[in-house]
C-alpha cells in the first residue's frame, strides 16, 4: 500500500498557506515515509460550492513544480487535473515540465470535472467535457512520439509544431483516470495506469455528477469491472492501480486514530486498492508537518508487512 498526502485549503477559511508553509509540509510528507504529495485543481470553484464543504487550491502544476526542488523521492500528482479546462497542448507542456523538473517524479491522475460554474468561468464547454477529455488524454499520450506534432482537435489545430523538452518518463508519465462512471472504467482498461473513484455518499455523488460507490461492496465491484475490461483489452489487469481517498479528514492532531487507520488501510488492500489519499485540511487549526511527522510514526511505521515497501520504511 502506498500513501499520498492531500492538502486542501478547506471553505472560505483565511489564507494560511504560503511559499514557506508549502515547504514544510513538502519536506514534512517525504521524511514521515509517505509516497507522494498531491494537489487538487480548483481555478475558479463557485462560492456556493466552497460555503458548502468545497475547498480552495493552489495551481496543482505549480505547487507541483514548487515542491519538486525540495524533495528527492516522493512521486507529485495532480489529483485530480481537469483535462477539459486547458487546451490539450497547454497540457502536455504543464506535464513534460513538470515531469523534467521533479526528475521524473510525476504522475498525472485526470478528470472530466464537474463544477459547471467553473467550467464557465474558464470558458470551457460543460456539456462537451467527455469529448475534450479523451481529445486532450489522446494529445498528451502521442505528442512526445514525434519530433514534430500534428493534430486536428475539435478547438485547435497543430500543424507541425515541435513540443519540448519531453518528459523523463517515456513515452510519458503514468495516467490515471479519475470518475466512478463505466466510461472512466473503459478509459481506465484501454489505457490508463491508474484508476482513481470516488467514494460518495448520494448526496456527494449527485454534486459530482457520477455514479455512487457509497461502501467497500461497490468499490470492490468497480475494481473488479476494471480488471476484466482490462484482461478483454489484453491488457494485465494487476498493473492498474488503484487510488481511494479513504481516510476522513481531521481538524486536529487529536483526531488521529492509528489502529482505525492500520485496519482501513489493511480493508482496502485486500479489496485491491494499491494506493490510499490521506485528506489534509489546511484551516488553519491543524499544523500539517506535526500532524504527517505523526502519522509518520504511528501509521506508516507500523504498517504490517504485507503492506509495506522500500519506499516508506527507514
Known amino acids: 500500500m502506498r500513501l499520498v498526502a492531500q492538502p486542501a485549503v478547506e471553505g472560505a477559511a483565511p489564507a494560511v498557506a504560503d511559499g ?3 515547504v514544510g509540509v513538502a519536506r514534512a510528507v517525504e521524511a514521515a515515509g509517505f509516497d507522494a504529495l498531491a494537489f487538487e485543481d480548483h481555478p475558479a470553484p463557485p462560492r456556493r460550492w466552497i460555503e458548502n464543504g468545497g475547498h480552495q487550491a493552489f495551481d496543482p502544476f505549480l505547487a507541483i513544480t514548487y515542491c519538486a526542488a525540495v524533495t528527492q523521492r516522493i512521486r507529485l500528482m495532480p489529483l485530480l487535473v481537469v483535462a477539459p479546462y486547458r487546451n490539450p497542448v497547454l497540457l502536455a507542456k504543464s506535464i513534460a515540465t513538470a515531469d523534467v523538473l521533479s526528475d521524473g517524479r510525476l504522475t498525472v491522475c485526470a478528470g472530466v470535472g464537474y463544477l459547471r460554474g467553473e467550467f464557465a468561468a474558464l470558458g470551457a464547454d460543460f456539456d462537451e467535457r467527455n469529448a475534450r477529455f479523451d481529445e486532450a488524454i489522446d494529445v498528451v499520450r502521442r505528442i512526445w512520439a514525434d519530433d514534430a506534432f500534428t493534430y486536428h482537435g475539435a478547438t485547435f489545430a497543430a500543424a507541425d509544431v515541435v513540443s519540448k523538452p519531453q518528459p523523463v518518463q517515456r513515452p510519458h508519465p503514468p495516467i490515471w483516470i479519475g470518475g466512478n462512471s463505466t466510461l472512466a472504467r473503459e478509459r481506465v482498461a484501454r489505457y490508463g495506469d491508474g484508476w482513481a473513484p470516488l467514494q ?3 448526496a456527494t455523488s449527485r454534486m459530482a455528477r457520477t455514479a455512487g460507490i457509497d461502501d467497500d461492496a461497490a468499490l470492490r465491484r468497480g475494481i473488479e469491472d476494471v480488471r476484466r475490461l482490462a484482461e478483454a483489452a489484453g491488457r494485465d489487469p494487476d498493473a492498474i492501480d488503484v487510488a481511494v481517498t479513504c481516510l476522513p479528514e481531521r481538524p486536529s492532531l487529536a483526531g488521529l ?15 485491491g486498492v494499491t494506493w490510499c489519499v490521506v485528506p489534509m485540511p489546511v484551516d488553519g487549526r491543524v499544523d500539517i508537518p506535526a500532524f504527517v511527522a505523526r502519522y509518520g510514526d504511528e ?7 504485507g503492506l509495506q515497501h522500500s519506499s516508506t520504511i527507514d
Open 299 to 305: 501509521v506508516i511505521r507500523r504498517l504490517p508487512a
Open 200 to 202: 460518495t455518499t448520494a
Open 257 to 271: 486514530e492509528p489502529e482505525r487507520d492500520l485496519d482501513r488501510l489493511g480493508t482496502l488492500a485486500d479489496l
Open 20 to 22: 514557506a508553509w508549502l
